[in-house]
Nanobody, 118 residues
């Protein structure tokens, strides 16, 4: 599976962004999918949003109420709507299919950088 993330850019605190994740070879509707992020200087990528095949969603406390993960099945894409962005949201964002212990099931894509200025 090849994953490609897009939509990241520099935005001011309080602003909004919509990230997208496209996949080749696999039909994403058959998998639970998630958005991860890796902040500056951090070694691990944190799962912050997940959507099941039944469209149920879960969010990390740090983004709950501000971020929304959605599926776009006709286009085989996953999106992350991010509102009320904060400087702490600055990170590289990646999509993947969470496996055991939230470990990614597939190889990472290139990610997309979100920078939130204060």
């Amino acid at each position: 599976v090849q994953l490609v993330e897009s939509g990241g850019k520099l935005v001011q605190s309080g602003g909004s962004l919509r990230l997208s994740c496209a996949a080749s070879e696999f039909n994403l509707r058959s998998y639970s999918m998630g958005w991860y992020r890796q902040g500056p200087g951090k070694q691990e990528r944190e799962l912050i949003a997940e959507i099941g095949i039944d469209y149920t969603t879960e969010y990390a406390n740090s983004v709950k109420g501000r971020f929304t993960i959605t599926r776009d099945n006709p286009r085989n894409m996953i999106h992350l709507q991010m509102n009320n962005l904060k400087p702490d949201d600055t990170a590289e964002y990646f999509c993947n299919a969470p496996g055991v212990g939230n470990a990614p099931a597939w190889a990472w894509g290139p990610g997309t950088l979100v920078t939130v200025s204060s």
